[in-house]
């Protein structure tokens, strides 16, 4: 494993899974990369408590809590679960790590979850954080 993708969308429940790709990439001795896909502006996203402020900012301070990881950050525009996978293929990751918000309750709405369809359509291996404890 030389290099891991985390998605992040920079809520608390993301933040955890960005905490164990880092793990994940310390263990292996892997580069780490956080990706953050801006989805097509919504109200809501711009008035999400959960979320950072700053999408930028958040990025941009990664590199200092993961100290002894080679952390790179990248942000994307579009689909989050299509950049993911695209992004991952690109840049020849060995697996992807998310978080699993979004992927309970009935069928019908978590068969099209982020997590769900990077399964689906992921060109690498896909580890899923459980990131319950911070919704």
């Not at 930028?56 to 950049?83: C, I, K, N, W």
């Not at 840049?91 to 790590?97: Q, R």
Request: proline letters at 5%.
């Amino acid at each position: 494993m030389k290099k891991i993708l985390v998605g992040t969308d920079t809520t608390a429940s993301a933040d955890l899974a960005v905490q164990d790709a880092a793990e994940l990439a310390r263990a292996r001795g892997a580069e780490l990369l956080v990706l953050y896909v801006a989805p097509e502006e919504t109200l809501r996203s711009v008035v999400d408590p959960a979320k950072a402020a700053s999408p930028e900012s958040y990025l941009a301070g990664l590199p200092h809590r993961f100290e002894g990881v080679t952390t790179s950050t990248r942000m994307e525009r579009g689909d989050p679960a299509e950049q993911i996978c695209q992004v991952a293929a690109d840049e020849g990751a060995d697996t992807i790590v998310v978080g699993n918000r979004g992927a309970h309750g009935s069928w019908w709405r978590v068969r099209d979850s982020i997590p769900n369809l990077v399964l689906r359509h992921s060109p690498c291996s896909v580890y899923v954080v459980d990131t319950r404890r911070a919704q």
